[in-house]
């Protein structure tokens, strides 16, 4: 089991910058791939991005692209989201999500692929 919790969501203006944090503990140690989803009102969750275990490889959504990167810290176990030139459109409930060995999630933008979840942070942009 993992346990993940988010935090870092807030009320910004378009163009701001906000960063995410998700903080795993439990069943660490074995390595654990990473990915963040979001959830608009009235609409299904979307992929965002993800990072592998180790940090080598990245897999981001097209709309998110030069704006969002992820990143990890594993002595910490924590994994970032720093958004940038945020968009009205970005509003959501960001979800962190992982997965530990076997690696059957990763390359997956569904999150129905992903095992673990956090509950949820909520990023709202105003214009």
């Known amino acids: 089991q993992v346990q993940l919790v988010e935090s870092g969501g807030g009320l910004v203006q378009a163009g701001a910058s906000l960063r995410l944090s998700c903080a795993a503990s439990?069943?660490?140690?074995?390595?654990?791939?990473s990915a963040w989803f979001r959830q608009a009102p009235g609409k299904e969750r979307e992929f965002v991005l993800a990072?592998?275990?180790?940090?080598?490889?990245?897999d981001y959504a097209d709309s998110v692209e030069g704006r969002f990167t992820i990143s990890r810290d594993n002595v910490n176990n924590m994994v970032y989201l720093q958004m940038n030139n945020l968009k009205p459109e970005d509003t959501a409930m960001y979800y962190c999500?992982?997965?530990?060995?076997?690696?059957?999630?990763?390359?997956?933008?569904?999150?129905?692929?992903?095992?673990?979840w956090g509950r949820g942070t909520q990023v709202t942009v105003s214009s």
């Open positions: 999500a992982a997965e530990i060995p076997p690696w059957t999630a990763w390359g997956s933008h569904l999150p129905g692929a992903w095992e673990y």
């Open positions: 990072i592998a275990w180790n940090g080598q490889s990245t």
């Open positions: 439990g069943r660490t140690f074995t390595g654990y791939n």
